[in-house]
């Protein structure tokens, strides 16, 4: 745990001099900006979910695998490797920092847009869950890539998949058809932030999300040790 909290500690500091703080901060902001101009042109439910939820994507998925990218890029991991501090906790470090900036700046969003007419414990475990499970395919996404550009190639496809469960929230299916996409318990938790869901439906979303949560812990964990070793 003390190794774990010194890691968090420099993540945090690395990501600061990195400016990806500001930059998460001004994706946000931008967000704000299109939900107030289409508000009165489509559900504001609706679009708040979809722009809040990208919030993780982006931050999430795109942001660790350009750190990855870039620590491997940089002979970083194998500095790591001849230190007392295991693989595992590089990885856990950079996700718990970057699903609790996703955290925030989700309830920064909400907080503008909705005041605190929401259920800020489903927002919570929706983004912060969400975000662990992008950044760690993130990782993997990092692991393989040998560049930006290809890194850019195997993140469209993964992000297209990641959209999918929004189709019920338009009227097409049900969200319990896309049990196996990770994005479906964050996209349905992030419904029930915001609107009435039976409460059966609300704790199959927390399983979705748990259950992809361990599920691409112990996927990534193992890809990306097999695979920068």
């Avoid at 927002?123 to 499970?133: E, G, H, V």
């Avoid at 748990?210 to 112990?218: A, E, F, N, P, Y």
Wanted: aromatic share 16%.
């Amino acid at each position: 745990m003390r190794h774990l909290a010194i890691l968090l500690k420099w993540d945090i500091i690395l990501l600061h001099r990195n400016k990806l703080f500001m930059l998460a901060a001004v994706v946000a902001a931008m967000y704000v900006g299109i939900f107030y101009l289409l508000k009165d042109v489509v559900d504001m439910d609706l679009i708040l979910v979809v722009l809040i939820f990208n919030d993780p994507v982006v931050t999430g998925f795109l942001f660790s695998a350009i750190l990855l990218l870039f620590d491997k890029n940089q002979n970083t991991l194998e500095a790591i490797s001849v230190l007392p501090l295991t693989f595992e906790k590089y990885l856990l470090s950079k996700s718990i920092i970057l699903s609790m900036l996703a955290a925030i700046l989700a309830f920064i969003m909400a907080i503008v847009i909705k005041g605190w007419d929401f259920n800020a414990f489903h927002l919570f475990i929706a983004t912060f869950l969400s975000a662990f499970i992008f950044c760690l395919f993130g990782f993997l996404a990092g692991t393989y890539a040998k560049n930006f550009n290809q890194l850019l190639a195997y993140c469209i496809p993964f992000l297209i998949i990641a959209g999918i469960p929004f189709a019920p929230l338009l009227g097409f299916g049900n969200l319990n058809w896309f049990f196996f996409i990770p994005s479906t318990g964050g996209v349905g938790l992030l419904k029930a932030t915001f609107a009435e869901m039976q409460i059966m439906q609300i704790i199959l979303m927390y399983i979705y999300l748990i259950t992809w949560s361990l599920l691409s812990w112990i996927l990534t964990k193992k890809i990306t040790l097999k695979k920068l070793r």
